[in-house]
């Protein structure tokens, strides 16, 4: 997402309505776009509880991309309970899907990407063209691969405080809940293929939409011979199967197979999905928007007699300026995010209008920080812009565990710079000197402000940006010149003038020619008084942040 900023999340709610002989009735407007959705969905009379649906393929890692339905439909469930409904949200896993190819990356329990090279690979290498539940689990923990995916999802769900219940496509087919589903289909195979060849290539009068999965290698097949609509079974031939510019090799099996052991091909399985949990909105990326939405819309209506959900289209957001992608490694977990941001900042992003394309840098998270910070202040009013805060108004809520007005939020930068130092007690007396905190601050007010300190401490570690260095509590053992040491008092009475960091940052230049010293020296000398180090962060502004009588008392090398 190009600039996580809420100000331009606005949604407009569409045309007004006109009631022939009456006067123009105006839509009401929210400044929330899922009030705009929920809207829609009510307009329904939909029967509960609600249904609300996403879907991922467990192909790779489960990534903060395979995070948008779950989250975007979160906050439409949200308002929908909040107006007195029951809400049923569930995520599909198509883990009766094959697996096509090997990922070059994979995620531990904990959400940690590994390499294949730490885990068994042949598990998977063994297994292509099987489905994701008939697949070993690559860490040896879990029932299969689908369930080990499966369990990371719903890890990340519980630590965004999101009520979702995973849903196994398997399992809808092994207890037979999808067996209705798949004899409409079948029972109208010719008109499945006249719908599917409208959006699909390579359709012919041969093409039947169900793929047995043979008994004899356990891959899925795609070539049925002939079905048995009384008896609900398929007869078929194990060939191969076509994966990108590779081919999974099938055994030549020829068997006999029920409705429970196969699955209908994605086209037809989405909608299903629609059918048996009785799905009334789910949201989807717009690389679905143009061919498998429209597809699965006519599927449902022609086919299986049914409507399709309210859906919602978002933008896909892009990760520091690239599409998020596992091949190319350029992915991040849930875990790993929340080890850099409060869960509540997580939230924020996706509560951001979802039609709007944004990117999340990871070297800039601290402007993201403070964009969430800005908007919490204006659901308290203290920011004197009104379209934010209406905004605020109705989402903020929704961010929050609970709304409490006497939270503190150290600014990301500056909690970054309080990383730098280790003695807790220390990091907080540098806040209190600040003004952060005063003697009416609750205490577990300043506990939560400070647990953004080790967040920030992580992001400056990971970024290795200009906040991840060490500040020496203890003065190093280091000698000056006598020239150098005369130009560190006179910064030292510079500083307890009262000067901010931008000041402080000038007068080291100016005190440096005073005393004929080389400008990159006397920084040197700083660094070495206050990190122990050569180099650092950019000195005077970084002193500005500290507790002016300890940075004076370290200019003068006073213990």
């Known amino acids: 997402m190009a600039d996580p900023d809420v100000e331009a999340g606005e949604r407009p709610d569409g045309d007004d309505r006109v009631d022939p002989g009456a ?15 929920a809207d829609e969905v009510l307009e329904r009379d939909p029967d509960e509880p609600i249904v609300i649906k996403g879907g991922v393929s467990p192909s790779g890692v489960a990534h903060l991309g395979n995070f948008n339905e779950i989250m975007r439909g979160y906050f439409v469930a949200e308002v929908l309970r909040e107006r007195g409904h029951e809400v049923r949200q569930v995520f599909t896993s198509d883990d009766r899907d094959p697996l096509r190819k090997v990922p070059r990356k994979l995620a531990t329990a904990d959400g940690e990407i590994v390499g294949l090279g730490e885990v068994d690979a042949g598990a998977l290498g063994r297994n292509l063209g099987k489905p994701y539940t008939d697949i070993p689990d690559p860490f040896g923990e879990a029932d299969s691969y689908a369930a ?15 009520p979702v219940e995973m849903v196994s496509n398997t399992e809808l087919y092994a207890d037979g809940t999808f067996g209705p589903v798949v004899r409409t289909v079948l029972e109208n195979a010719e008109t499945a293929r006249e719908v599917l060849a409208a959006y699909q290539d390579k359709v012919d009068e041969e093409y039947v939409p169900f793929n047995p999965i043979c008994e004899e290698c356990g891959k899925v097949t795609e070539t049925v011979t002939a079905v048995d609509l009384e008896a609900e079974t398929v007869e078929y031939v194990c060939t191969d199967m076509e994966a990108g510019d590779s081919t999974i090799e099938g055994c030549g099996h020829e068997g006999t197979a029920t409705f429970r052991e196969g699955k209908l091909p994605w086209r037809f399985e989405w909608p299903g999905q629609w059918d048996v949990l009785g799905v009334d909105f789910e949201p ?19 086919v299986l007699g049914i409507d399709p959900p309210v859906p919602m289209v978002y933008e896909w957001f892009t990760l520091n300026g690239k599409a998020l992608s596992s091949s190319a490694g350029n992915i991040v977990t849930v875990p790993e995010i929340l080890e850099l941001l409060e869960p509540e900042v997580l939230r924020y992003f996706f509560a951001l209008e979802p039609k709007k394309a944004r990117d999340l840098d990871l070297e800039r998270l601290d402007q993201l920080v403070d964009r969430f910070d800005r908007f919490e202040r204006a659901y308290f009013g203290v920011v004197d812009d009104e379209d934010l805060t209406a905004v605020a108004d109705r ?15 150290l600014p990301y930068t500056f909690a970054a710079v309080l990383g730098m130092v280790e003695d807790e007690a220390f990091r907080e007396q540098l ?25 920030a401490r992580r992001w400056a570690e ?30 030292a009475d510079f500083v307890a003038e009262g ?20 400008v990159a020296a006397f920084f040197e000398a700083g660094y070495r008084l206050f990190f122990d180090e050569t180099q650092g962060p950019r000195l005077g502004e970084f002193l500005g942040e500290l507790e002016r009588e300890f940075v004076v008392t370290r200019l003068r090398r006073e213990a």
Do not use: C
């Open 284 to 302: 989807f990326g717009k690389d679905h928007a143009e061919g498998s939405w429209p597809s699965g819309v006519d599927i449902a209506e022609t």
């Open 23 to 37: 006067e123009a009735i105006e839509e009401p407007h929210h400044a929330f776009w899922a009030d705009a959705v």
């Open 499 to 518: 000067h901010d960091g931008e000041a402080i940052q000038e007068r080291m230049y100016e005190t440096a020619r005073d005393h004929d010293l080389e």
């Open 431 to 455: 806040a209190r000197d600040e003004g952060h905190f005063d003697e009416d601050t609750p205490q577990w007010a300043i506990e939560d402000a400070l647990d953004r300190v080790e967040r």
């Open 148 to 162: 080990h995916f499966a369990n990371l999802l719903a890890a990340d769900a519980e630590r965004l405080g999101v």
């Open 462 to 491: 990971r970024m290795d940006n200009e906040y991840n260095y060490r500040l020496q509590t203890e003065l190093p053992d280091a000698a000056f010149e006598d020239d150098v040491a005369a130009a560190l008092d006179d910064l």
């Open 395 to 409: 989402a903020y809520p929704f961010l929050v565990e609970e709304v409490r007005e006497e939270r503190v939020r």
